[in-house]
């Protein structure tokens, strides 16, 4: 991998404006519904905190997966639910199977939702009779091409890319090995997958070209695209990992960016929705926001022991949320 820019040697810090919470359980997901900030817990339970907090309980057991849209959070849980947790705190059992964990959820835009246990992913359209299909192993990931209703399906092997509303069978994009997460480029022109090994796979759709980007000392748990789609952001390694996408190729014959290099891993990272910049979190509870023109870095939380889990950003890129595996979290406004 490519040498790191030049990053300032003592980041500005905004650690004064962070408004710290403890939440008692390890925070595995957070969306934005508004201006509220939705912090998923493991056990269970959602904390909606904005101007004040309200905690409700989504899952009587861990939460596995968490998805979600403008208006709802989505999560699945080892209870057999998929529950909607929606702004102003009402909770919805949108499915339930006892004895099942739904191991993964997605959100499409137009309000439709899939999810999965074992080997079978299923979609509900936002109005009509829910779909299923099987594939060749347990589903390892779940997501929604960024306009209509195709679906991928990452799995034992390669990804399948299913259109729930046709005939025909999915389209599998093969390779060996268990592919976990999945992401679709927003132009749709290419999906990616984050392996069990420390390397992510990717296909080039409009001629099935492969692209292996390897080279990460641990396995891959985050990955964003930035705005447009030029860079893709990975968790991973000791600093930041963005693949280049902005041409037709893609990242092959290509060195990546590297950003905000430390001596401790990158656990979590999550792209700006306007800028170029990505908020970059790591194993010992820090965290930056990370400009990609020139690697300037802004300290956003210090050193805090356990792991960052989750980041996110509002829409409007406004404020930035962070969730760490001790229960500890912060929301700074901007």
């Known amino acids: 991998m490519a040498s790191s820019p030049t990053t300032a040697a003592t980041p500005s810090s905004l650690t004064s404006r962070l408004r710290p919470f403890d939440f008692g359980g390890a925070v595995v997901g957070i969306r934005f519904l508004g201006a509220n900030a939705a912090f998923v817990l493991g056990e269970g ?29 989505l999560t699945g849980g080892d209870d057999g639910r998929v529950v909607a947790t929606r702004g102003d705190g009402s909770v919805e059992t949108l499915f339930e199977q006892k004895g099942r964990w739904i191991d993964h959820v997605a959100a499409a835009p137009d309000g439709s939702f899939a999810y999965s246990h074992g080997k079978t992913a299923y979609f509900q359209p936002a109005k009509g009779v829910v779909k299923s299909v099987e594939v060749p192993s347990t589903v390892g990931g779940l997501a929604f091409a960024p306009k209509g209703t195709r679906l991928a399906i990452a799995h034992y092997g390669g990804a399948s890319l299913w259109f729930p509303n046709a005939v025909a069978k999915p389209q599998i994009l093969e390779w060996k090995g268990s592919h976990r997460g999945v992401i679709w480029h927003p132009e749709a022109r290419f999906v990616v997958t984050t392996m069990q090994e420390p390397a992510l796979h990717g296909w080039r759709l409009p001629d099935g070209q492969h692209m292996r980007m390897s080279g990460y000392p641990s396995r891959v748990r985050t990955m964003e695209f930035t705005p447009g789609g030029r860079f893709l952001a990975t968790s991973g390694s000791t600093e930041a990992i963005l693949w280049p996408f902005a041409s037709k190729e893609g990242p092959m014959g290509k060195q990546p960016t590297m950003l905000a290099p430390r001596d401790v891993r990158v656990s979590a990272v999550a792209t700006h929705p ?14 930056l926001m990370v400009r990609i023109a020139d690697g300037a870095e802004i300290l956003v939380r210090a050193p805090a022991g356990a792991p960052v889990s989750a980041l996110a950003w509002r829409a409007d890129g406004g404020a930035l949320a962070i969730g760490a595996e001790d229960g500890k979290a912060g929301l700074l406004v901007l």
Not at 51 to 58: I, K, M, N, Y
Request: charged share 30%; aromatic share 2%; glycine share 12%.
């Open 45 to 73: 339970d959602i904390v909606l905190a904005g101007e004040s907090e309200t905690r409700v309980t989504a899952h009587k057991g861990s939460v596995l997966s968490v998805s979600g849209d403008a208006r709802r959070v």
């Open 274 to 287: 306007k800028e170029e910049v990505v908020a970059v979190g790591y194993e010992d509870g820090l965290a």
